[in-house]
C-alpha cells in the first residue's frame, strides 16, 4: 500500500515545482537590456560632455525651440479642430457616418510615408490643390514644405485620433441626462459648458500629453516634408549630424538630449493619463436637444467640412493612385521589387523577434502575478519591455551605430541592425496585446495542467500554443505592419544594398517622381493589408469570431 502511494503522492507535488519559471524572462530581459543600455553607453561616452555646451550653439538651440514649438501647436491644432469633430459627430446622424469613424481608425495603423505621399499628391507642387489654384489664376506657392506641411500632417494623423476618444466620452453622458437637459431646453452652450466640458476636460490632459509627444518624436514627417534647416526637429539634427556631417560626438549628445526629454514626456504623459469611462451606455442615438437649434446646424457643416477637407484628400489621393496610367511600367522596376523583397524580410524577422521577446517576458511574469502574488516583481519584468517607448526608434539607432563603429563595417550589419530597432520598438504593442490571454490561461488551465502532469515542452504545445493562437497572430501581425512602415532605422542604417519600401518612397518624394512614388506605395500598402490578413488567418485560425 505504501509502495502503491509513494508515487501518487510524487506525482501530485513535482508538477508545483517549475525552477526554470525565471529562465525564458530573464533571456528575454538580458537581451533587451544588452540591446538598450548598450547603445546609451556608447552615446554617453561619446558625447560627453556635449550636452552641457549644445545650447551654447544658436543653430542648436533654434532646433530645440523648433521641436517643441511644433509640437506645441500641432497639439493646439488637433484638439481645438478634434473637438468641434467630435461634437458634430455626437450630434448629426448621415449616410457615411460610420464608414467616416472607421477611416479614422485607419489614421493609427496606415504608415507614415504612406500618408505623407497622399498628402503630397494633394498639397505638393504638382498636387491636386496647387494645380486647381493654377487653373484659376493663382500662385499658390511651395506652401507645403517647412512649418505649414509639418502641421498639415500632425493634424492629418492626431485629429482623428482625438476626436474618436473625445466621441466617446461624449456618448458615455447618460441617456437620462439628455433627457434632463430636453425637458430644461437647454442650448447648444449650456449642454457644452454643463454636460460635455467636464467628460472633455477630464479627457484633455491625456490627449494632449499624448499628441504632443507623438509629434515631438515625429521623425518621418519631418524628414519628409521640413524643407530645410529652419524646420528641424531633434531627432532629424540626429540624423543629419550621423550621416551627412558623421559629427559622432554632436549626434551622441543630441540624442541624449532627446532621450532625456522624451523620457520626462513619457512620464507626465502617464501620471497625466486617465482610465476610459467603463459607463454602459445605449446604443441608440440620443435626442439632443441642440440639434435643431438655429446656427448648430451650420457650426457643425462648417467643422466637418474642415475635417474632413484636410483628412480625405490624402486618402483618395493614396487610391486614386492606383489608376495612373504610368503605374504598370513603374510597378516593372527591379528596384522596386527588390526593396518590396528587403522590407518583407525584415518584417518577418521583426515581428517573429519582437513576438518571442514579448512571449518569453509574459511567461515568467505571470507566473509571478498570477502563482506567486508577486504583482511589484511581474510589472517589473514587464517594465524591462516597455522601457523602450523612451527610446525613440533614431536615438536608439545612434547608439547602436556609435556602439559598433569601432569594431566592423555598420553598414554590412544594417540589416540586423533595422531588424533588432524594429523588434524592440514592436515590443510594447506584443506585452499589451499578450499580456491578458497569457494571464487568462494560467487562471483557468494551471490547475487542470499540473493535475494530469502536462508540463514543459508538452504543455506549452497541447494547452498554450492553442489557446494563445490568436493572440500571438495578432501580436506578430501588429509588429509586422510596423516594422514595414518603419522609416527611422533604414534611414540610420540603409545603403545601395539595403533600400526598404518606406527608404525607397522617401527617396522618390524627395525627388518629385510621383510615378514611381505611387507604385511604391501601392506595394506597400498592398503587403502591410495582405500581410496582416495572412499572418492573422494563416497562425489564429479562421474562424477568428467564434
Known amino acids: 500500500m505504501a509502495a502503491s502511494r509513494h508515487p501518487v503522492s510524487r506525482h501530485a507535488v513535482k508538477p508545483q515545482a517549475r525552477p526554470l519559471w525565471w529562465l525564458p524572462g530573464s533571456a528575454a530581459t538580458a537581451v533587451i537590456l544588452l540591446l538598450s543600455l548598450g547603445p546609451l553607453v556608447a552615446l554617453l561616452w561619446q558625447a560627453g560632455t556635449l550636452p552641457s555646451t549644445l545650447l551654447a550653439d544658436p543653430y542648436l538651440r533654434h532646433v530645440l525651440g523648433f521641436s517643441l514649438g511644433q509640437a506645441l501647436l500641432s497639439t493646439l491644432l488637433s484638439l481645438g479642430l478634434a473637438?468641434?469633430?467630435?461634437?458634430?459627430?455626437?450630434?448629426?446622424?448621415?449616410?457615411?457616418?460610420?464608414?467616416?469613424?472607421?477611416?479614422?481608425?485607419?489614421?493609427?495603423?496606415?504608415?507614415?510615408?504612406?500618408?505623407?505621399?497622399?498628402?503630397?499628391?494633394?498639397?505638393?507642387?504638382?498636387?491636386?490643390?496647387?494645380?486647381?489654384?493654377?487653373?484659376?489664376?493663382?500662385?499658390?506657392?511651395?506652401?507645403?514644405?517647412?512649418?505649414?506641411?509639418?502641421?498639415?500632417?500632425?493634424?492629418?494623423?492626431?485629429?482623428p485620433l482625438a476626436a474618436r476618444l473625445i466621441l466617446q466620452g461624449i456618448e458615455s453622458i447618460p441617456e437620462s441626462s439628455w433627457r434632463l437637459a430636453s425637458q430644461l431646453g437647454m442650448r447648444s452652450s449650456h449642454i457644452f459648458r454643463l454636460l460635455e466640458w467636464p467628460i472633455i476636460r477630464g479627457l484633455l490632459p491625456g490627449l494632449a500629453s499624448l499628441i504632443f509627444m507623438l509629434c515631438f518624436t515625429s521623425f518621418t514627417t519631418v524628414l519628409a516634408l521640413g524643407g530645410g534647416p529652419k524646420s528641424t526637429t531633434l531627432e532629424v539634427a540626429v540624423y543629419q549630424a550621423l550621416r551627412f556631417d558623421f559629427d559622432l560626438a554632436t549626434a551622441g549628445g543630441l540624442a541624449l538630449v532627446q532621450l532625456l526629454l522624451t523620457a520626462g514626456l513619457l512620464l507626465l504623459q502617464h501620471k497625466l493619463q486617465t482610465s476610459p469611462s467603463s459607463r454602459l451606455t445605449s446604443r441608440r442615438p440620443c435626442l439632443r436637444p441642440d440639434r435643431q437649434q438655429p446656427g448648430t446646424q451650420w457650426v457643425d457643416i462648417v467643422a466637418l467640412s474642415l475635417g474632413l477637407a484636410i483628412f480625405l484628400p490624402p486618402l483618395l489621393a493614396i487610391v486614386i493612385a492606383g489608376f495612373n496610367p504610368g503605374l504598370l511600367t513603374a510597378l516593372g522596376s527591379p528596384q522596386l521589387w527588390r526593396a518590396g523583397g528587403q522590407s518583407l524580410g525584415i518584417a518577418l524577422a521583426a515581428g517573429s523577434l519582437a513576438t518571442l521577446l514579448g512571449a518569453s517576458l509574459l511567461l515568467t511574469s505571470r507566473h509571478l502575478r498570477v502563482r506567486d502574488r508577486k504583482r511589484r516583481a511581474a510589472a517589473l519584468w514587464e517594465a524591462s519591455g516597455s522601457m523602450i517607448l523612451m527610446i525613440p526608434a533614431v536615438v536608439l539607432s545612434t547608439g547602436l551605430f556609435i556602439l559598433f563603429m569601432p569594431f566592423t563595417d555598420v553598414f554590412a550589419l544594417g540589416p540586423w541592425l533595422v531588424v533588432l530597432v524594429n523588434a524592440l520598438m514592436a515590443l510594447p504593442y506584443v506585452l499589451r496585446t499578450l499580456s491578458a490571454p497569457m494571464q487568462l490561461v494560467v487562471r483557468q488551465y494551471d490547475r487542470l495542467a499540473d493535475s494530469l502532469g502536462v508540463r514543459g515542452l508538452q504543455r506549452l504545445r497541447l494547452v498554450e500554443l492553442p489557446l494563445l493562437r490568436r493572440p500571438l497572430a495578432l501580436a506578430m501581425a501588429l509588429s509586422m505592419i510596423l516594422s514595414l512602415g518603419d522609416l527611422g532605422a533604414i534611414a540610420m542604417f540603409g545603403s545601395q544594398a539595403l533600400t526598404t519600401l518606406p527608404w525607397l518612397l522617401y527617396q522618390q518624394l524627395g525627388s518629385y517622381r510621383l510615378t514611381d512614388a505611387a507604385a511604391t506605395a501601392l506595394l506597400l500598402l498592398t503587403l502591410c493589408f495582405s500581410l496582416f490578413w495572412l499572418v492573422e488567418r494563416g497562425l489564429g485560425g479562421k474562424n477568428l469570431d467564434a
Open 83 to 159: 473637438i468641434p469633430v467630435a461634437r458634430a459627430l455626437a450630434r448629426r446622424r448621415f449616410r457615411g457616418r460610420r464608414l467616416l469613424l472607421k477611416l479614422f481608425g485607419l489614421s493609427l495603423v496606415l504608415p507614415v510615408i504612406i500618408a505623407i505621399f497622399g498628402i503630397v499628391a494633394v498639397h505638393g507642387s504638382q498636387g491636386w490643390l496647387p494645380h486647381a489654384l493654377r487653373s484659376l489664376g493663382l500662385d499658390p506657392g511651395n506652401y507645403l514644405y517647412g512649418l505649414f506641411g509639418i502641421l498639415l500632417a500632425h493634424v492629418f494623423f492626431n485629429m
